[in-house]
């Protein structure tokens, strides 16, 4: 049977990523507390193809992928997969990233009530056939944001509303990447309070008052997420992006940012 | 050549609905004030199918809508284009759904700067080849509400949020169709306050104190829309949904109900 | 601290479903084989609402469903959660759906390669105080048509592509509801060919070649999935769509049909 | 009334983007035969904030837009627009994306039948108070591919599917960017045929017997599109990407690259 794929190109352009999108997959997420997570993965999958090969052989994504199903998977993990995609499909550099919902614990702040907060999270990791492997770790998480402008102005209340912020993140290769509960917890404290899936009336109370308490814009949460990112120690890159569903408009309030700090 | 749909089918299955989906044209939609607003137009068109034809002309479909796309739509032309369709494609019944954003003019309550609010609307006709016409309008409004518990239990501040209330409504065969502008300022009056895509610090001010003024529980909304729809002079069936992005947490508050009067 | 929401309204107005939207759970779902499968469930959770209370206690909702995460869940265990709503939150009636992917196992059909591939399923539950229960299986899965009248007048190849079809089902009281891998695969065997998450070549010389000698129009996929679902033991309503992605227009060939069986 | 955005910042950060995100409202996009086309555009509109300020006028940013509505929009119109916000927000840079829809006329093969079909575009400005402007122009066109490899191991068909492409392009200062509907002539050149609204039994003969003369791996017609795109007299940077939505699978095939000719 001809291989049509495995023939000569003569058009001459070596093409940057080609493979699977769109594809779903269960995991295993490796948990700070040492266990791992079952997740849906959202999964794109691509290869370097060279100049002088017609295509490259897409099933071979698929039967890589299935052998890791049940295995925990954490940054030391994506890099073996891109390795075997590097190998099976001979190929110069290989992507792979896995979108999923990840579940942290949240405790009701008065009641200590235990609940399930989901947050998007991505793993992202590029290897190349020299061996230069790069991971980061994306996560979006929700956030109350109350204005301060609004405070300030009004003779009672204040505008506020649910907002997401997202962090894309690497570290210098001789680090570990941070767990995803620790990068939740640092992205959380810079909103004008974290949101819980369950409060009693006791920490409602609490949340609007401490939110109150806290007024912020979308530019303060940026600024404040930018200080707390810059002292993770080991990071290299990140970029941030802050967005307020605002309650007294039909569109968002926005902001993002990004550094590298090759020093 | 041979035509395949046009075959006689022995199943003995009348198909209720087939036809075209996710198209997307540019259409006019008539105003209250009397001219048009242009729009994009989801598209849902659907015939009924005999048990014994095989198949229905789905070229057709789009040879009837692309007559319509210079000429104002209301009631009455989804009427005409759906005896076309009964016509052309020999069909018992035809649905035919249209789904835009539509523009309102807003007015900031204090400025008085004027903006443009989008509004998901949508036309949905059915007719029987009897000659039976049934239009149901829908419109989902963005508003902003804010809670009574979290107001009582507080301190101060009051947790608050953008929401979407939506409303399907039927008037009965002698009475026309409500207009988009009034359905919205109807929907809009029952929240606890209206939302503004411009609002300079004064309108700020007002609308922060109005929504603490005013605070509205998800059934409260619902009720009050529920009330505001009754009093409609000819008005035969509605559904409402109202949905709050809460502040506080990262699911929804919703409420839903439903009236058929056949006084 | 006072509990407005348990206030006396005198708007005279019964909800018929107020609750909780857009929520995210991990569960796990019984499996034919006697195991289970650890999803991610969007979750609907609402409640009847009596005329005289003005508002529900939404934090029950989340307090129910937590307790549920760690038991595999079917149609019984729908039940029991219904009844924790229905008699925590002073209910006439609650309804729960949860909407998930499952991964059902393929075998490829030459190669006999295995593979995990995503379908959407829902379990849609309601219980009246009175004790009736009604339980609904959604399930949305993907397939290739051929067309026939493609095929007929063309003197090589056919236009296929990607679909998806989608069955909501119900059955009498005194039976259990179908397993979703038995209804997944009722529903494959009236595509024109089912699709694999992975295939060799020899697989996909075979897909080809077997959807080419089985061309389907929309309709014909929708009729002959209504007479395998008529002929279900027990089944007292079903729904079906059908939607093809034409692979030569930008919009989709559509169809649906529903039947109550009330004999 | 104080103006919280105006005060000083003491936390030293400069803020990359602040602005508003999923804002809509209607606009004009000057077409290539010299009119004007209605569209709904989804707005991102940001300004960069120096380290000094607390906050943006966020009001500002729809303020600015609501003039242009009436006006027809393209290269020059972005650049005046980008101007307003630097002025009127006193900032370094500002950047604008409208994504629209936009309507192009087809002509089926062989019937010659005119039908409008539905491209994403978008319009991305960016401009320094120095003076610097850039504009890029994203679209995407929908096209059926036809595989080769199922072409030549089976013995009649071939599995093909609707597919989406993408193009961003960036021209030298000192040229007027390409026309959408020049461009997507160019990207649909590149397929195995185009897609149209709407095809007459003798044009659907002739879609099928093209596309199956002319079958194409996404490698295939991702290079081929990049042969094209390089070809263009004046262009400084492109980006595309290719997704077949397979018709044998429930997973995408993909394939991007990117250049800059900065010679």
Same mark, same amino acid.
Request: hydrophobic share 40%; with cysteine.
């Given at each position: ?10 058009? %001459? ?5 080609? %493979? ?78 896995? %979108? ?62 649910? %907002? ?24 959380? +404290? ?22 109150? +308490?806290?007024p912020k814009f979308v530019e303060d949460i940026l600024r404040d997420l930018v ?37």
């Amino acid at each position: 049977m001809k291989d049509i794929q495995n023939t000569t190109d003569i058009r %001459g352009i070596a093409i940057q990523r080609v %493979g699977i999108k769109d594809a779903k997959l269960p995991f295993q997420i490796r948990t700070k507390v040492g266990g791992y997570q079952p997740v849906l993965a959202d999964i794109q999958f691509t290869v370097a193809l060279p100049r002088h090969l017609r295509g490259t052989h897409m099933s071979r994504f698929m039967e890589i992928l299935n052998e890791w199903g049940t295995k925990p998977i954490a940054e030391k993990e994506m890099e073996a997969i891109l390795l075997q995609a590097i190998d099976h499909l001979d190929a110069d550099s290989a992507l792979l990233s896995l %979108g999923f919902k990840y579940f942290i614990s949240k405790t009701a702040p008065v009641s200590g009530k235990a609940s399930l907060l989901d947050v998007d999270c991505k793993f992202i990791g590029e290897l190349t056939k020299a061996g230069n492997f790069s991971f980061t770790l994306e996560v979006r998480v929700p956030y109350t944001s109350l204005c301060p402008c609004s405070k300030e102005i009004s003779n009672y209340g204040a505008h506020n509303q649910r %907002g997401k912020m997202s962090v894309s993140i690497k570290f210098s290769n001789d680090r570990e990447c941070i767990f995803i509960e620790d990068l939740v917890k640092i992205m959380e +404290d810079q909103a004008s309070c974290p949101v819980f899936p369950l409060l009693k009336r006791v920490d409602e109370k609490y949340v609007t008052e401490a939110a109150y +308490d806290n007024p912020k814009f979308v530019e303060d949460i940026l600024r404040d997420l930018v200080i707390a990112l810059r002292s993770l120690d080991g990071q290299v890159y990140f970029r941030v992006e802050c967005e307020n569903y605002e309650s007294i408009h039909n569109h968002n309030a926005y902001a993002a940012h990004e550094e590298s700090s090759t020093g």
